[in-house]
């Protein structure tokens, strides 16, 4: 796939934190920064919607947090229903 170039603004203030960032995590390259960042964003982003559901079934369970052991038994006991 071929690469599309875009562009965005950036504050005159923030280019040398740019600059420094593109070369200590994309060579130099500041595409390259941007798709390591968007890589580690979007682990960011499925770490935090696993947080919000896990948050919500521990809603749904009044605040209950079952042990491996309570939760074995109920995946045992809804292969044998």
Partial sequence: ?????????V??????LLEELAD???G????EFLR???AD???????Q????LSAEARD?????VYSTEETLKFIEDLGTS
């Fill in 60 to 64: 749904e369970r009044g605040g209950k």
């Fill in 41 to 47: 964003f979007k682990k960011k982003l499925r770490i």
């Fill in 24 to 26: 200590a995590f994309g």
């Fill in 49 to 52: 919607q696993m947080n919000d």
């Fill in 36 to 38: 390591v960042a968007m």
């Fill in 28 to 31: 130099g390259n500041r595409s």
């Fill in 1 to 9: 796939m071929a690469a599309r170039p875009i562009s965005f603004a």
């Fill in 11 to 16: 504050e005159e203030s923030d280019i040398p």
